[in-house]
């Protein structure tokens, strides 16, 4: 699990570094990732939205935001923010997907999967099968069913986006089980600590 003890000496340091520099977008960005990580999600959004206000030109590289507005369950803002994204990496497949998630919450699945961009150019072999599920053309037993042979970041990711996919569907236990297998694959990477904080939301 998350070991806020680090997290929060990390905050403090970043704390520190804005009474000096407080007018420096990036250092609110990471301000704003650490709060997520903390689980304090308002206090991420408004880091976040600091960031655009002293750059709006960062406005659709704030793919952080979406992932605050999401777990806010501000679906509609959550979407508006990677599709702005997409707008810029239109070959991201993890925008495309979070896009699909909140459409999926939105409205329904279907329509999330009409929604779906067409994406092929990600250099991570794991994510080609991942999208796959999402696009309806394998089942997601697929990502579930993977064996030791791969590394951690591809279990990890595989039953994190399973379980997202899971929920899309409304099957709350499939997504519990995926999402909480996933955490087991610790790896040092903000995807993990976004699987940490959605179990931790979801009461899981």
Not at 56 to 84: S, V
Not at 113 to 131: A, E, F, G, Q, W
Request: glycine share 2%; charged share 25%.
């Amino acid at each position: 699990m998350v070991d806020t003890t680090v997290l929060e000496t990390d905050l403090n340091q970043f704390n520190k570094r804005l009474n000096t520099f407080p007018f420096e977008p990036r250092l609110y960005i990471n301000r704003g990732m650490l709060y997520f990580k903390l689980g304090r999600l308002i206090d991420s959004l408004k880091d976040f939205n600091k960031a655009e206000e002293l750059n709006p030109q960062l406005t659709p590289y704030l793919w952080q935001r979406g992932l605050t507005y999401y777990y806010l369950d501000k679906y509609a803002k959550a979407a508006r923010q990677f599709e702005l994204n997409l707008s810029i990496h239109s070959q991201d497949i993890e925008n495309t997907l979070w896009f699909f998630l909140c459409i999926a919450q939105l409205e329904d699945i279907n329509s999330a999967t009409d929604c779906l961009l067409t994406v092929k150019n990600d250099i991570r072999p794991y994510m080609y099968h991942i999208y796959q599920v999402f696009a309806g053309r394998y089942n997601v037993d697929v990502l579930n069913n993977l064996n030791g042979d791969c590394d951690r970041h591809h279990l990890f990711y595989a039953n994190f986006y399973a379980g997202l996919y899971y929920e899309a569907q409304k099957e709350k236990e499939k997504s519990l089980s995926s999402i909480s297998k996933a955490v087991s694959y610790e790896i040092d990477d903000y995807m993990w600590y976004v699987a940490c904080t959605h179990q931790s939301l979801r009461n899981f």
